[in-house]
């Protein structure tokens, strides 16, 4: 049996063929960020117009590479929720038209069930390692940052940002400092030339004896300091930029990775963490990478970092999570399969 993939939350459109083991046979992902960067962000318009554009060409592709024929899909996967609703309807609906047209079941899937199951799954083909419950997983991304326990039929939700996303963090103060968008990757790239150590930031916490997470004290303070320094978003190379900058760089990084990598400390101590999944767009981010497999080594803990395929959107996580929930709950009802702009993990 084949699963077929399809993500279009936000802004990639990606589809993905796996094997019934969930093996990816393909996972095509067109990206759109030249269109959303000279807006500095995800216009959600803009977005909704791109997937109708390259999701036939994607699913073509996906099928090609991966050998497949329509008629050997046995189960398609779509993303519902949560994200830009418009994007959303554009992935989904084509999922249940194929369904309907070949008369086979349909799941919507949690984008965030997505991103938690991503750090199982292999390259070039490989079979996945061994889901083993309960783990724990850490999904931080543009839109997201969730700590959650994933037990064999339920997910709990732990701790989760209550204002900025940690991505989001990047991305803004990217833009703030005119490294351009996406601020992650370039961000990262520059933090590794400085020292992160030189202007020690609070690191962030909801503040009221809750274990979630907050991002936008940081994210003003770094703002502050920009001013300071005159930095007001006119483009700069990152390649020349002056040892200064560079610093403020990897020490903004550092409270991100700190603050992330301490609650995770702090979570194994409450309830002992016996198998730690990152995922999420931030969790290509190579000291985030670095700094949580230390702890796992000192800890005890395995610690499964997603391959930087499966970081990012795509859909080769979301037909692995459907593939999971179809499993479990069988074919869902494709009256059900609604597109949701809010979904929490857990819900
Ligand atoms: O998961 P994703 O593709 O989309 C969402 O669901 O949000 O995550 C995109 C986010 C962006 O904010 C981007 O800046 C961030 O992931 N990102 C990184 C890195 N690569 C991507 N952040 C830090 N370091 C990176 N290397
Ligand atoms: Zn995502």
Redesign the pocket.
Known sequence: MRVLGIET????TSVAVLDGDGRVLSNVVSSQMEAHARYGGVVPEVAARAHLESLPAALELALAKAQTRLEDVGLVAATAGP?LIGALLVGLSAGKALAFARGIPVVGVN??EG?LFSAFLRGNGAEPYEVRYPFHGL??????AELVRVEEDRIVPIARTRDD???????KI?RRAGLG?????V???VAARGRGDRYPFPVGRAGDGSRDFSFSGLKTAMLRELERRRVDGRPLEPETLDADLVDLMASF?RA?VTSLASRVDEVHGAEGIRVLAL??????????RSTLAAWGDSAGVPVFLPERAF????AAMIAFAGLRRFRRHGAQDPSEAQARSRWPLGS
Do not use: K, M, W
Not at 165 to 171: M, T
Not at 311 to 314: E, F, P, Q
């Open positions: 939350s936000c802004d990639e994200g984008h965030l991103h999904v931080v991304s543009g839109g997201h996303a940690p991505g989001e963090a990047f991305d990217g968008y996406p601020g992650g990757p961000i990262d790239r990084q991100i995922s999420g767009g931030v969790a290509a981010n190579s000291e985030l970081t990012t959107d795509n």
